[in-house]
């Protein structure tokens, strides 16, 4: 596609239910990262995905949160039992990859947890 | 543990004067460098990349590289209130970015 993708734009879940939330990646982009944005903070990293290379999951905060790419493209981040604290905007951006790091955003996704 | 530092603001910049953005950065093999702007509620949105050291001029905007001293910068000519929204520093350490936090811009009437 002509950006990155993200869906859905909002979610509000229940406390304690799992959510996963979906990027697909500008074509060709082989590095795609996960961020979280809490309100008026920076940006958290998540996760890093690079080709075929074992992902750089140094960021995730706790083992409810899980992230896949499959094909290496579309990945979904998975968040199980869900807490208030979990409740942020999740940013996915993508990159050429190796040699070019210039990331594009997707326009995010809002999860409220009530 | 790489680092990018930024003043996190608010920097108050009169409508037409010069708004000059400043972050460091701690990996001194990083070879490049971004700045993104995120209005309120939107993502970040890439706006500069370097890689040389000097100035690079896009616009209103240059954004300036000095890797021996590990600083670069981000000047804004003409401001304009449209410009006022944070603008965040990204560094490549080892492929991956490395952020700093940001400096909320206001730009006043």
Not at chain 1, 34 to 48: A, K, M, N, T
């Amino acid at each position: 596609g002509a950006g990155v993708s993200q869906s859905p734009s909002n979610k509000v879940t229940e406390k304690g239910k799992d959510v996963e939330l979906r990027c697909d990646p500008i074509s060709g982009h082989t590095a795609l990262y996960w961020y979280r944005q809490s309100l008026g903070q920076g940006l958290e990293f998540l996760i890093y995905f690079q080709g075929n290379s074992a992902p750089d999951k140094s960021g995730l905060p706790s083992d409810r949160f899980s992230a896949e790419r499959t094909g290496g493209s579309v990945s979904t981040l998975t968040i199980q039992r869900t807490q208030q604290e979990d409740s942020a905007v999740y940013l996915c951006a993508s990159s050429h990859g190796t040699g070019n790091t210039e990331a594009f955003f997707g326009q995010g996704t809002r999860l409220t947890v009530v | 543990q790489k680092e990018v530092e930024q003043n996190s603001g608010p920097l108050s910049v009169p409508e037409g004067a010069i708004a000059s953005l400043n972050c460091t950065y701690s990996d001194r093999v990083s070879q490049s460098f971004f700045w993104y702007r995120q209005y309120s509620g939107k993502s970040p949105e890439l706006i500069m990349s370097i890689y040389s050291n000097g100035d690079k001029e896009d616009g209103r905007f240059t954004a300036q590289l000095n890797k021996a001293s590990q600083y670069v910068s981000l000047l804004i000519r003409d401001s304009q209130p449209s410009d006022s929204a944070t603008y965040l520093c990204a560094v490549d350490s080892n492929y991956q970015l490395i952020w700093g936090a940001g400096t909320k811009l206001i730009i006043k009437p």
